[in-house]
């Protein structure tokens, strides 16, 4: 099945205490780089869950937000710090001698954040890891479902300029024997004028036409231009990510399409040439957004 790199999934859901949401989100890129983001109590998560990824997406530039808020319970406690928080009383007092009034209160000193420390209570991390999976897993498939559906629309667009390539290379093969024969008759026609009424060299006429022939000639660059849209084709219907092959494929489809422009000798093929390569350009463009 055919894949974009591009793609969206979330997937949120209350498990015992826990609200958990997990957002996915991609965009091309040449490799597998991925991104997770956690709340910082929860980093342990992070590892995890970024193996779950690879485990699903093999390219794309990938970011992934989880956030989870204990509904039930606080798993916080504040304590009051007491060393620090004498130590800014003792350091207040000391003001007393310089007329400074001592109006030391219990909401004064709280403007004093580091008086307070917070700690967490202990959380069993192998239990919130299998309900963070939970979520991922459902948040996921929605992603990966848009991957495929975009793939998809992928696909018909890059059948449809397969089909017109392999018509513009009927067109160039079609083309090129009538070339031939036009240049020859050219050349007979220039030769006969130049000479006026001296016979023309049939055997080296035909000398000329052979060379020109051989010139233009482009059977071996359109064979294998089939060849390269026939494995293309075959790819796409591939169950695995083919968006690296198919880059490779297109650069083969250009290196031929550019030998035949540059045999291309009379305006009819040249036009077809620069659609055949205008087309294999589009083809380039869209495989970019391919797993």
Do not use: W
Not at 177 to 195: M, Y
Not at 215 to 226: G, I, P, Q, Y
């Amino acid at each position: 099945m055919l894949k974009s790199m591009t793609g969206f999934g979330m997937a949120e859901r209350l498990i015992d205490s826990f609200n958990i949401k997990v957002q996915i989100k991609s965009v091309n890129h040449r490799y597998f780089d991925c991104s997770v983001k956690t709340p910082r109590y929860y980093m342990f998560l992070e590892d995890k869950i970024r193996s779950l990824a690879a485990g699903c997406i093999s390219r794309g530039k990938v970011e992934i937000y989880v956030s989870l808020e204990q509904k039930e319970q606080d798993d916080r406690e504040i304590r009051l710090n007491t060393p620090v928080a004498q130590g800014y009383i003792n350091a207040l007092r000391e003001l007393e001698p310089l007329g400074v009034e001592n109006d030391i209160t219990a909401s004064a000193l709280a403007r004093f954040n580091d008086i307070f420390k917070i700690e967490y209570k202990d959380i069993d991390e192998d239990a919130v890891s299998e309900m963070v999976q939970s979520v991922f897993e459902e948040a996921s498939e929605e992603f990966i479902n848009m991957r495929a559906a975009e793939g998809e629309r992928l696909k018909t667009a890059l059948c449809g300029s397969l089909e017109r390539v392999l018509e513009l290379v009927s067109e160039v093969e079609r083309r090129s024997p009538e070339s031939v024969k036009e240049h020859r008759e050219k050349l007979e026609a220039r030769i006969r004028e130049l000479l006026d009424s001296v016979d023309v060299d049939e055997t080296r006429l035909l000398t000329e036409t052979a060379i020109f022939a051989d010139k233009v000639c482009v059977d071996e660059e359109t064979v294998r231009l089939r060849s390269h849209v026939k494995e293309f084709m075959t790819a796409l219907e591939s169950d695995v990510p083919v968006g690296k092959k198919l880059d490779f494929i297109v650069q083969e489809m250009n290196r031929e399409a550019n030998t035949i422009g540059s045999k291309a000798n009379d305006f009819e093929n040249a036009k077809y040439v620069v659609e055949l390569k205008s087309e294999i350009e589009k083809i380039r463009e869209q495989i970019q957004n391919i797993e």
